[in-house]
């Protein structure tokens, strides 16, 4: 089955729980998942990241998952997520050990693949660290898709080399379905506003059936993360949450979605369930953004992005990388508009409201970190 036309919606232990993972955490995450409405929002994928298996393979070369983090098994815990009408995923490294030192697939691609479907795997993360350095980074990612692909189950292929090797080149060929093109994100506003700023340019090789992803979402840490990588004192507001969402969102991530499910605010629901803004995510036809800085007076602030939509609508999003109000606006000629005899509908997608029809242009003025996310309908005067 074709995997992944749309970016995939999801959560991640890595963010907020590092190495602190078991199977209680997984099935209480999952439970969540269905009982926050995130399950009804589109979210489907539960992800265990590094740290889940034992430091040794066992005789036979099979991965052992660390009996006192999942003493049931992996497949229990699989088949669990999967009883919630949920998929269940997995990580692992191309080199010969994972970031975090457990053993990783190198040469062992085939069985470990293998293993994956037998436990009901859906979804493999795999990432770039303990490469050989005789090993050919984009051959190692072309082996492992081969061998998912082989393997008797769908499961989809989450690369993750942070942009390495001109990941961009070649990756849609290697079989990934989602590729990391840049580097991990922390739990603060320059974290956001460097990833997003750095990707504009990789979104013209993202596209449906491998997405540039922009990594995990930090929406509703808080500065709350256990992963002393990750954590930033006091994180993010929620304002700032709210930009990093839209941008990923405009951007066409993949949402998997990084905070401690089972303890979310109303504002984080707020955020990771506004259905407007995931239908921008999830529209069909996966465009690439168009996108350009337009700012009224500082430089380098504000950057606008305009996407056509499967039904004819265009989503508009303008975002303030500066830290005060600044001003930016759109001229609708610039996206193709006639200048007479047309206007557009604006619907504001946080306001939930109708703005009304504008000729020519809209402009915006944006406090320091926000964003301003619309929809477009053609309309004739
Ligand atoms: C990094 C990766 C993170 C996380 C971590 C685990 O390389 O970018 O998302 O998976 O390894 O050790």
């Given at each position: 089955?074709?995997?992944a036309?749309?970016?995939?919606?999801?959560w991640?232990?890595?963010?907020?729980?590092?190495?602190?993972?078991n199977?209680?955490?997984?099935?209480e995450?999952a439970?969540?998942?269905?009982?926050?409405?995130l399950?009804?929002?589109?979210?489907?994928?539960i992800?265990?990241d590094?740290?889940?298996?034992?430091?040794?393979?066992?005789?036979n070369?099979?991965l052992?998952?660390?009996?006192e983090?999942?003493?049931?098994?992996i497949k229990a815990v699989a088949d669990?997520?999967?009883?919630k009408?949920?998929?269940?995923?997995?990580?692992s490294?191309?080199?010969?050990?994972?970031?975090?030192?457990?053993?990783g697939?190198?040469d062992?691609?085939?069985?470990?693949?293998?293993?994956?479907a037998?436990w009901?795997v859906?979804?493999?993360k795999?990432?770039?660290?303990?490469?050989p350095r005789?090993?050919?980074?984009?051959?190692?990612?072309?082996?492992?898709a081969m061998?998912?692909r082989?393997?008797g189950?769908?499961?989809?292929f989450?690369?993750?080399?942070?942009?390495?090797d001109?990941?961009t080149?070649?990756?849609?060929?290697?079989?990934?379905?989602?590729?990391?093109?840049?580097?991990d994100?922390?739990?603060?506003w320059?974290?956001?506003?460097?990833?997003?700023?750095?990707q504009?340019d990789?979104?013209?090789?993202?596209?449906?059936?491998?997405h540039?992803?922009?990594?995990?979402?930090?929406?509703g840490?808080?500065?709350k993360?256990h992963?002393?990588?990750?954590?930033?004192?006091?994180?993010?507001?929620?304002?700032?949450?709210r930009?990093?969402?839209?941008?990923?969102a405009?951007?066409n991530?993949?949402?998997?979605?990084g905070?401690d499910?089972?303890?979310?605010?109303?504002e984080?629901?707020?955020?990771?369930?506004n259905?407007?803004?995931?239908a921008?995510n999830?529209d069909?036809?996966?465009?690439?953004?168009?996108w350009r800085?337009?700012?009224?007076?500082?430089?380098?602030t504000?950057?606008?992005?305009?996407?056509?939509?499967?039904?004819?609508?265009?989503?508009?999003?303008?975002?303030n990388f500066y830290?005060?109000d600044?001003?930016?606006?759109?001229?609708?000629?610039?996206?193709?508009?006639?200048?007479h005899?047309?206007?557009?509908r604006?619907?504001?997608?946080?306001e939930?409201?109708?703005l009304?029809?504008?000729?020519d242009?809209?402009?915006?003025?944006?406090k320091?970190?926000?964003c301003?996310?619309?929809?477009?309908?053609?309309?004739?005067l």
């Amino acid at each position: 089955m074709a995997l992944a036309a749309k970016p995939p919606l999801g959560w991640n232990t890595w963010n907020t729980f590092s190495h602190e993972i078991n199977e209680d955490l997984i099935k209480e995450s999952a439970d969540a998942m269905v009982a926050s409405g995130l399950k009804d929002a589109g979210y489907e994928y539960i992800v265990i990241d590094d740290c889940w298996s034992l430091r040794e393979r066992d005789e036979n070369g099979h991965l052992v998952p660390d009996p006192e983090k999942f003493p049931s098994g992996i497949k229990a815990v699989a088949d669990y997520v999967h009883s919630k009408g949920l998929k269940f995923g997995i990580y692992s490294c191309v080199g010969t050990h994972t970031c975090a030192g457990y053993p990783g697939s190198y040469d062992y691609e085939f069985i470990d693949a293998e293993t994956f479907a037998e436990w009901g795997v859906d979804y493999l993360k795999y990432d770039y660290c303990f490469k050989p350095r005789s090993a050919d980074g984009p051959t190692l990612y072309r082996r492992m898709a081969m061998a998912l692909r082989n393997c008797g189950r769908d499961i989809l292929f989450s690369a993750c080399n942070w942009g390495e090797d001109n990941t961009t080149e070649w990756i849609r060929s290697s079989g990934a379905h989602m590729y990391r093109s840049g580097s991990d994100i922390l739990d603060s506003w320059q974290s956001i506003k460097t990833i997003a700023a750095s990707q504009m340019d990789m979104e013209k090789f993202s596209g449906p059936y491998c997405h540039n992803d922009l990594d995990m979402l930090v929406v509703g840490m808080y500065g709350k993360s256990h992963n002393g990588t990750i954590a930033v004192n006091g994180g993010c507001t929620t304002e700032e949450y709210r930009t990093h969402f839209s941008l990923w969102a405009m951007m066409n991530s993949p949402l998997m979605i990084g905070c401690d499910i089972r303890n979310m605010t109303e504002e984080t629901k707020d955020i990771l369930m506004n259905k407007d803004i995931l239908a921008i995510n999830q529209d069909t036809e996966v465009r690439t953004p168009c996108w350009r800085k337009e700012w009224d007076a500082v430089p380098e602030t504000v950057m606008l992005m305009f996407k056509p939509l499967e039904n004819g609508d265009y989503a508009m999003g303008f975002f303030n990388f500066y830290d005060d109000d600044c001003g930016g606006r759109i001229h609708f000629a610039d996206m193709g508009l006639p200048t007479h005899g047309y206007g557009l509908r604006l619907y504001d997608l946080w306001e939930h409201k109708d703005l009304g029809v504008f000729t020519d242009r809209y402009h915006v003025v944006l406090k320091g970190h926000h964003c301003k996310m619309l929809r477009a309908s053609v309309v004739k005067l």
